[in-house]
């Protein structure tokens, strides 16, 4: 038992010390989607203020591809030493067990949660060409035009994707999927007219919306936003009773990540949300910015699970 009591207590002090000496070199933030959306924009933003707390340089990845799944393989396979990270959405961890029969990665056993750390509201938009205002307008030239119209998203298996799916099924209409690689690519193509509607994350969009660029059909919270007020909520059109999606950043690590580093990251990650002017620059994006608890964190995706299931199944899509 003494020999017991001293490996345990050296295993410990080992966990200890590799925590205190972490990082060790410079920690790289994968973004699994293309530049120019809410999730690298956040990103950026806040490996901006962690690298001089953590006394290394904090670096943002772009690893598109897949609907967020290429670089979340990436992280998955990565050494769990803290130095490499995963900036996600709910596409490639919560909602893609629900879409695809096989996955090349667990995202509950390949992943180590840390904390979530922002959330954004969707919104459904137009290019000002279409000549459309509101979703019950978008509804009505859909329905005489059927099966020429299509919206964009920041991917395959998205939050985005299964709300368009949604409206899809409540309204009786086919508006056509158009996935990209990330929510950049695909604001530049609605400001192009290349796409006519898109279904994104508010950061990308919200200058453009404010200046006429885009027209702003609905949001999909379940109330109207405070900054926003003259912006309704898709619940509020006929047919569209309790339609609710919401979109979220979280960081997470490979599988195996030591408690220790996991809590330094989550307390690091967190003071950066919390200064005064990270929040300002998030929330003039469009951006509520979190810094929950690790436990939070891991509650938050099993019923996030669940929930992203029971909407999958509202859609009428089938798995691939």
């Not at 410990?12 to 530049?35: D, E, F, H, I």
């Not at 901006?48 to 799944?69: C, D």
């Not at 893609?96 to 954004?120: C, E, F, H």
């Amino acid at each position: 038992m003494k020999h017991l009591a001293s490996a345990l207590a050296a295993c410990s002090m080992l966990l200890a010390g590799a925590a205190q000496a972490w990082p060790t070199k410079t920690v790289t933030l994968v973004v699994p989607y293309a530049p120019g959306g809410g999730h690298d924009a956040m990103a950026r933003i806040v490996a901006e203020k962690l690298g001089p707390r953590l006394g290394q340089t904090v670096l943002v990845e772009n690893k598109p591809g897949g609907g967020g799944m290429v670089g979340t393989e990436f992280v998955t396979k990565a050494q769990p030493d803290g130095h490499t990270l995963l900036f996600c959405s709910p596409a490639e961890i919560v909602i893609a067990p629900s879409v695809y029969k096989a996955m090349r990665y667990d995202p509950v056993k390949d992943l180590t949660p840390i904390t979530q750390v922002g959330d954004t509201p969707l919104v459904l938009m137009a290019h000002p060409g279409q000549g459309v205002k509101t979703l019950a307008e978008l509804v009505a030239k859909a329905k005489k035009e059927p099966g020429k119209l299509s919206y964009g998203t920041a991917g395959n298996a998205s939050s985005q994707h299964l709300a368009g799916a949604w409206i899809n099924n409540l309204a009786g209409i086919d508006l056509a999927h158009i996935p990209y690689k990330g929510a950049g690519p695909a604001t530049n193509d609605l400001l192009g007219g290349q796409v006519p509607y898109a279904i994104l994350g508010m950061a990308p969009v919200m200058q453009h919306i404010k200046s006429g660029r885009i027209t702003a059909l609905a949001v999909m919270t379940g109330k109207r936003l405070e900054w926003a007020k003259d912006i309704p909520t898709v619940a509020e059109t006929p047919g569209m009773a309790g339609f609710q999606a919401n979109h979220w950043m979280g960081l997470l690590g490979p599988a195996n990540l030591s408690p220790e580093i996991v809590a330094k990251l989550q307390a690091e990650v967190a003071a950066v949300l919390a200064m005064p002017d990270v929040a300002a620059r998030l929330r003039g994006i469009g951006i509520d910015p979190v810094g929950s608890s690790t436990a939070d964190f891991r509650k938050f995706l099993a019923e996030e699970r669940e929930r992203f299931a029971r909407m999958f199944k509202l859609t009428g899509l089938k798995p691939e």
